[in-house]
């Protein structure tokens, strides 16, 4: 991981003071709302329905068990017990009082971590690849240059007060994780024909009101070139992006407008400028930080362990959650592991304070001391030797973090939704829970298989529900909360956006919705298909026709 020298630790401190400062005035009615909203923000701090939100940066998504172990504690000495591990691999704190949020955020740079720039109309944080540097289909590991991003973009003095906020996720594998197409930029790593790292550029891409996939904007850009091209972009961004309709400012918007054709002009126009100045990256530079990601002390192990092996032929609980939470390592005798954060009932994402005490400890013990945030909101503990495994299960197991359900339908992706957002038409959390209620059967949710829900509580989309083979989006219809549907989203390499199946439905009905929409899978699928598959084969008439089939009944009774 990325250690803090004494420049970044006195930034850190520095702003840490300022925003105490900034506090203390507020407090004392020395400065308005509309003076203090936009200090806040640039700390992370938003007002929401219940109480304040703090948002805490974990950039791309790695932390330690110390920082860990310290966001734990911060959520039990200032919130509620637990925080919620969001889309953006961050931490978000949901009731924290405004007058303690200086005190956390002193709490927080102790462990070199604070929360700049998780909010605003700025450059949020950089995601990746929660397997970053242990994943077998790796081809370059990408946190380096992530992290070179980060330094960059964090305090950029011209891309400060964008046209609307700005992310940007990189990616090094041949299976995309990291969803680059739905982000304002989105850079794949490879290896060109010269066997030198190169990036392929994507940009425009994004959720929200307008779903948009991103272009690919160059094929082949140097890594050298990976700031200063990124640079040009947010220029021509910053430059046309509207400011007139908050609703159109995203840089999706300029891109759709112009044309990419228009757009890369543009950009490469303003890169000529840029191409071969300071912030072009040297190789002196990429190993220093490279540095901070060596490979872990690795054991020389064999590819099969007795123990492991008697254990899953012996312990079915055991078999069915490695099945789901394990995942291929680079190094022989070892494997990712995702503890998840999606208990039947609970709110998904969410963590409490003994929880995230326990990951650390484990993390500690059995993955050198680092552990990671996927995007689908679980906890990945990246180097556990397949010895330690049913030891970590255990534990696991006994803190309600070893639910067998890693990428099955209660695996829900989920915004906090109208329980806590201001900007959410309706509430996300209890239909997450009322479907993870209806789909109690760890057999069933086997025999359905790889199938991705997500849920948003409004058009912002920070449930991703666009591209869940499921969507959900909660809808405000006469002041009541409703759900529109979608089938056939993606991430990854074939990337789709959803498609509305039809008019929205009530809270009560949604599980049964989601029944239906699984029974027709089950029904028309081979026995190769996953849900995605199916939906893409027949597409949305037979879904909708059996989803609407009651209603439709219905009606034509009232009709006779």
Same mark, same amino acid.
């Given at each position: 991981?990325?250690?803090?020298?004494?420049?970044?630790?006195?930034?850190?401190?520095?702003?840490?003071?300022?925003?105490?400062?900034?506090?203390?005035?507020?407090?004392?009615?020395?400065?308005?709302?509309?003076?203090?909203?936009?200090?806040?923000?640039?700390?992370?701090?938003?007002?929401?329905?219940?109480?304040?939100?703090?948002?805490?940066?974990?950039p791309y998504g790695m932390l330690s068990s110390k920082q860990l172990r310290k966001l734990g504690d911060?959520?039990?000495?200032?919130?509620?017990?637990?925080?919620?591990?969001?889309?953006?691999?961050?931490?978000?704190?949901?009731?924290?009082?405004?007058?303690?949020?200086?005190?956390?955020?002193?709490?927080?740079?102790?462990?070199?971590?604070?929360?700049?720039?998780?909010?605003?109309?700025?450059?949020?944080?950089?995601?990746?690849?929660?397997?970053?540097?242990?994943?077998?289909?790796?081809?370059?590991?990408?946190?380096? @240059?992530?992290?070179? @991003?980060?330094?960059?973009?964090?305090?950029?003095?011209?891309?400060?007060?964008?046209?609307?906020?700005?992310?940007?996720?990189?990616?090094?594998?041949?299976?995309?994780?990291?969803?680059?197409?739905?982000?304002?930029?989105?850079?794949?790593?490879?290896?060109?024909?010269?066997?030198?790292?190169?990036?392929?550029?994507?940009?425009?891409?994004?959720?929200?009101?307008?779903?948009?996939?991103?272009?690919?904007?160059?094929?082949?850009?140097?890594?050298?070139?990976?700031?200063?091209?990124?640079?040009?972009?947010?220029?021509?961004?910053?430059?046309?992006?509207?400011?007139?309709?908050?609703?159109?400012?995203?840089?999706?918007?300029?891109?759709?407008?112009?044309?990419?054709?228009?757009?890369?002009?543009?950009?490469?126009?303003?890169?000529?400028?840029?191409?071969?100045?300071?912030?072009?990256?040297?190789?002196?530079?990429?190993?220093?930080?490279?540095?901070?990601?060596?490979?872990?002390?690795?054991?020389?192990?064999?590819?099969?362990?007795?123990?492991?092996?008697?254990?899953?032929?012996?312990?079915?609980?055991?078999?069915?959650?490695?099945?789901?939470?394990?995942?291929?390592?680079?190094?022989?005798?070892?494997?990712?592991?995702?503890?998840?954060?999606?208990?039947?009932?609970?709110?998904?994402?969410?963590?409490?304070?003994?929880? @995230?005490?326990?990951?650390?400890?484990?993390?500690?013990?059995?993955?050198?001391?680092?552990?990671?945030?996927?995007?689908?909101?679980?906890?990945?503990?990246?180097?556990?030797?397949?010895?330690?495994?049913?030891?970590?299960?255990?534990?696991?197991?006994?803190?309600g973090l070893a639910t067998p359900n890693i990428g099955l339908l209660t695996d829900i992706i989920c915004?906090?939704?109208?329980?806590?957002?201001?900007?959410?038409?309706?509430?996300?959390?209890?239909?997450?829970?009322?479907?993870?209620?209806?789909?109690?059967?760890?057999?069933?949710?086997?025999?359905?298989?790889?199938?991705?829900?997500?849920?948003?509580?409004?058009?912002?989309?920070?449930?991703?529900?666009?591209?869940?083979?499921?969507?959900?989006?909660?809808?405000?219809?006469?002041?009541?909360?409703?759900?529109?549907?979608?089938?056939?989203?993606?991430?990854?390499?074939?990337?789709?956006?959803?498609?509305?199946?039809?008019?929205?439905?009530?809270?009560?009905?949604?599980?049964?919705?989601?029944?239906?929409?699984?029974?027709?899978?089950?029904?028309?699928?081979?026995?190769?298909?996953?849900?995605?598959?199916?939906?893409?084969?027949?597409?949305?008439?037979?879904?909708?026709?059996?989803v609407y089939a009651d209603k439709n009944a219905a009606k034509d009774e009232v009709a006779a």
């Open positions: 991981m990325y250690k803090y020298d004494e420049i970044d630790q006195q930034i850190v401190d520095e702003r840490v003071a300022q925003y105490r400062d900034q506090t203390r005035r507020y407090l004392a009615g020395e400065l308005s709302e509309d003076e203090f909203r936009p200090l806040r923000l640039q700390n992370g701090l938003y007002i929401q329905r219940q109480a304040p939100m703090l948002r805490i940066a974990v911060i959520a039990s000495k200032y919130d509620k017990g637990y925080g919620h591990f969001s889309t953006r691999q961050n931490l978000q704190l949901n009731w924290p009082k405004l007058e303690d949020v200086p005190d956390i955020l002193a709490e927080l740079a102790t462990v070199e971590m604070h929360a700049i720039q998780t909010s605003g109309n700025c450059i949020r944080n950089i995601t990746t690849d929660q397997f970053a540097g242990t994943a077998p289909d790796e081809i370059v590991d990408p946190r380096a @240059m992530a992290e070179i @991003m980060r330094q960059w973009s964090t305090f950029h003095p011209e891309f400060a007060l964008l046209p609307r906020k700005f992310k940007i996720a990189v990616s090094g594998t041949q299976d995309d994780r990291a969803v680059v197409q739905m982000h304002d930029i989105g850079m794949e790593f490879y290896l060109d024909k010269n066997n030198k790292i190169a990036i392929k550029v994507w940009v425009g891409g994004g959720l929200g009101r307008t779903p948009i996939l991103g272009s690919v904007i160059r094929e082949h850009l140097e890594w050298q070139h990976a700031l200063t091209y990124c640079e040009a972009i947010v220029r021509v961004y910053n430059l046309h992006g509207r400011r007139d309709n908050a609703y159109k400012a995203r840089i999706k918007i300029l891109v759709k407008a112009l044309g990419i054709e228009e757009f890369k002009r543009q950009v490469e126009a303003e890169w000529a400028h840029l191409k071969d100045a300071p912030n072009t990256i040297t190789e002196t530079e990429l190993a220093r930080v490279s540095k901070h990601f060596d490979a872990m002390p690795y054991e020389a192990l064999p590819a099969h362990d007795a123990s492991f092996d008697t254990a899953i032929a012996s312990n079915l609980a055991f078999a069915a959650w490695a099945k789901r939470s394990l995942h291929a390592h680079k190094i022989s005798g070892y494997r990712a592991v995702t503890l998840s954060l999606k208990p039947h009932g609970s709110a998904p994402g969410d963590a409490t304070t003994e929880q @995230m005490h326990v990951v650390a400890n484990l993390a500690e013990k059995y993955s050198f001391g680092e552990l990671r945030v996927s995007h689908e909101q679980n906890l990945i503990l990246a180097d556990v030797k397949l010895s330690d495994l049913f030891a970590v299960w255990e534990k696991a197991r006994a803190n915004c906090p939704g109208g329980d806590f957002c201001s900007l959410a038409n309706a509430k996300s959390i209890p239909i997450a829970v009322a479907i993870q209620q209806q789909f109690d059967n760890l057999d069933y949710l086997h025999d359905i298989g790889d199938i991705e829900l997500n849920i948003s509580g409004c058009m912002n989309a920070c449930g991703h529900h666009h591209i869940g083979h499921i969507g959900i989006l909660g809808v405000d219809k006469d002041g009541s909360e409703w759900y529109q549907v979608t089938i056939g989203g993606s991430q990854g390499n074939q990337a789709s956006i959803g498609s509305v199946i039809g008019p929205s439905f009530s809270a009560e009905e949604m599980p049964n919705v989601v029944q239906k929409l699984i029974e027709v899978y089950i029904k028309e699928r081979t026995d190769e298909e996953r849900f995605i598959d199916t939906a893409r084969r027949l597409g949305v008439a037979p879904f909708k026709a059996h």
